[in-house]
């Protein structure tokens, strides 16, 4: 049973490039969420996005953006990449369960570099 | 805002030790604390609380959350060099948008 996937794993760009990373969700999870996680900092929230819907944003300038497939998988984009925007790009996947949601599942996250 | 405080940022002990790890929170609209332990990159999940003076326990870890004072503690008895990780924890104050602190990294040593 697949995990959530994240492609690439590793990726290094210019100041002032456009990059886009992507998400598979558990099968079967709605409820995508992305996380910015910078070298010797705890994640921070950036979107969830739930049956194709952003359900919530992060304190991020607009260079950030995300959208959520019919399949459910997900796409994180930034625009004019900074260097402050090196870090491991997180993943997680959710369901809602009676009562609540599943706790969040990760991703093995990417990690860009930009230079 | 919301903020989750952990401490200490850092420990180091040897195998056998018992170590505890804290988490205190501010949030608008608690749903529920998670704590996760992440090694090299993927955060994987340990415990997750909802409830107040509730023990979770799994194997070696346990942990407990207390909604009045706002804060959960995570303990590990009888460390082993497999322990050795950062351990964050998290808050969920509505739909899975979750709040990190910024981690305890533990190290032990054999």
């Known amino acids: 049973d697949a995990g959530v996937t994240q492609s690439p794993t590793h990726l290094i760009k210019t100041r002032g490039q456009q990059v886009t990373l992507r998400c598979s969700p558990i099968s079967g999870h709605k409820s995508v969420s992305w996380y910015q996680q910078v070298l010797g900092q705890g994640p921070q929230f950036i979107f969830q996005y739930y049956e194709k819907e952003e359900r919530g944003r992060g304190n991020f300038p607009d260079r950030f953006s995300a959208r959520q497939f019919p399949n459910y998988s997900s796409e994180l984009n930034v625009n004019a990449l900074l260097l402050g925007d090196s870090a491991l790009y997180l993943c997680a996947s959710s369901s809602p369960v009676y009562g609540g949601e599943t706790e969040a599942f990760f991703g093995q996250g990417t990690r860009l570099t930009v230079v | 805002e919301d903020k989750v405080v952990q401490s200490p940022l850092s420990l180091v002990v040897h195998e056998g030790d018992t170590v505890t790890l804290n988490c205190s929170y501010e949030?608008?609209?608690?749903?529920?604390l998670l704590w996760y332990k992440q090694e090299k990159k993927a955060p994987t999940f340990l415990f997750m609380l909802?409830?107040?003076?509730i023990e979770k326990k799994s194997g070696r870890l346990s942990s407990i959350l207390d909604k009045k004072e706002l804060f959960s503690i995570l303990n590990i008895t009888a460390t082993q060099t497999g322990d050795s990780a950062v351990y964050l924890c998290a808050v969920n104050n509505a739909g899975n948008m979750l709040t990190f602190g910024g981690g305890t990294r533990l190290m032990v040593k054999p």
């Open positions: 909802t409830s107040s003076g």
């Open positions: 949030v608008t609209n608690f749903r529920s």
